[in-house]
């Protein structure tokens, strides 16, 4: 990208990560960027910012910087890769483009022959054999491949498993080419959830629900069969269901095959989305605040457990939090709708985080210290019988900062 964050250049590895967005990676880059001219000013060609659930490892060269998103830790093997990388694009992709022609840019499929290059050079997240790989797009694939064979059983049915079954060429060459034409812009997939994945509905799962609505007469056209299904389907997409237990809840009126043919068009629709780990971690702790409160109730009084969650309530005076709290005099619930999120860039999100560790914290500051010990107890096996059986090790990296909160509040005076 361009010295204040426009995007010349975009390219996913991992055909997964749908919440990539490359104006988002770049406004997101602008807004960090301020946070690091320390760093940039001494000249550093290379500095990371670990943002929780992203690392941001930005090479800055002549007229650009080069943002790599990843996850996990870094490896140093690549770095010498990428810097040769951005080099090659500095020196010879866009060394003689215009202003305008750089204004014209689609970023997320020019420079073909540059992308062949990465793939080359950098290993892609590796394609799952029950992946559902389709062509889309005014431009005949067949056209664009470099191998004949491959081309012709990508119909939109047939699995890379399949595709490898049924060609002449061997199963590398089958998903090396697969990669390419991927990587080109040429082909998506489908099917390539996994019953882990949380699913959850946006917006445009409204305009499905109204019969006189364009976009659901768009979709009964093309799948009738989900339209039928819509009604159960929407139930389901609360924010917090995987889509295993997704198709648990329906096994016995669809198949599977069924299920997760109609989740991948709704995914394609734009009607649900899979959370991105931002959103995955946001999830993570509202659930671990209930289960808080949850067991307060049992420990102490549910009065009491009520009278501790309004104090913590009261030091927050962020909207995006409070405004999930669904209170009454006798009950209280957690809405776990995520469209109260759709707009917002990765660094609000993990804003948004730190302030439910802090909600967390501040609720266990608030209870009573003569069943405290007790309290962690339980609230430690609740944790260990539930939440870390339900999230990955780096869904849970930055919560064991809430640990040392409730170890200080146990710690007697």
């Not at 760093?39 to 930005?58: C, H, K, N, P, W």
């Not at 943002?67 to 866009?94: A, K, M, N, P, R």
């Not at 389709?134 to 890379?160: A, N, W």
Request: with cysteine; charged share 30%; aromatic share 10%.
């Amino acid at each position: 990208m361009e010295r204040g964050g426009i995007p010349l250049f975009f390219m996913k590895l991992d055909p997964k990560a749908q919440d990539l967005d490359p104006m988002l990676v770049s406004g997101f880059f602008t807004a960090i960027q301020s946070f690091s001219k320390e760093v940039i000013e001494r000249d550093s060609s290379m500095f990371q910012v670990d943002y929780g659930a992203r690392l941001f490892t930005v090479f800055s060269g002549t007229s650009t910087d080069f943002v790599v998103v990843s996850l996990g830790e870094w490896d140093s093997e690549v770095t010498s890769v990428l810097q040769s990388l951005h080099d090659e694009f500095e020196s010879v992709w866009i060394k003689n483009l215009s202003r305008k022609k750089k204004d014209r840019l689609k970023v997320d499929t020019d420079f073909p022959d540059f992308r062949e290059g990465i793939v080359q050079n950098l290993s892609f997240r590796k394609l799952s054999g029950s992946w559902v790989p389709y062509t889309f797009g005014p431009e005949d694939v067949r056209f664009t491949s470099s191998s004949g064979i491959i081309t012709p059983l990508i119909d939109g049915k047939r699995t890379i498993n399949e595709i490898a079954n049924e060609s002449d060429a061997g199963t590398d060459e089958v998903l090396a080419e697969i990669t390419r034409l991927w990587a080109l812009g040429k082909i998506k997939f489908s099917s390539i959830l996994s019953k882990e994945d949380i699913v959850a509905s946006t917006s445009k799962i409204d305009r499905l629900l109204q019969l006189s609505s364009p976009q659901r007469a768009e979709l009964e056209r093309k799948d009738p069969v989900v339209i039928k299904m819509l009604p159960r389907l929407s139930m389901l997409f609360d924010g917090r269901r995987t889509v295993g237990a997704i198709i648990e809840s329906l096994s016995e009126e669809y198949e599977e095959r069924q299920i997760i043919d109609a989740i991948d068009a709704l995914v394609e629709f734009g009607a649900i989305v899979v959370l991105s780990p931002e959103k995955r971690r946001l999830l993570l702790v509202k659930e671990a605040t209930e289960l808080a409160v949850r067991v307060a109730e049992k420990i102490y009084s549910p009065e009491d457990a009520m009278q501790f969650l309004n104090a913590a309530l009261d030091k927050v005076d962020v909207a995006e939090v409070t405004g999930v709290f669904r209170l009454a005099d006798q009950s209280w619930s957690i809405d776990y709708d995520t469209r109260l999120y759709e707009g917002l860039d990765p660094r609000r999100l993990m804003d948004l985080y730190a302030e439910w560790i802090k909600l967390l914290a501040q609720f266990v500051g608030a209870l009573d210290k003569d069943k405290i010990i007790k309290f962690a107890d339980a609230l430690t096996n609740t944790y260990q019988s539930y939440l870390f059986r339900r999230y990955s090790g780096h869904d849970l990296r930055g919560f064991e900062e809430f640990s040392f909160w409730l170890e200080m509040n146990c710690v007697r005076k």
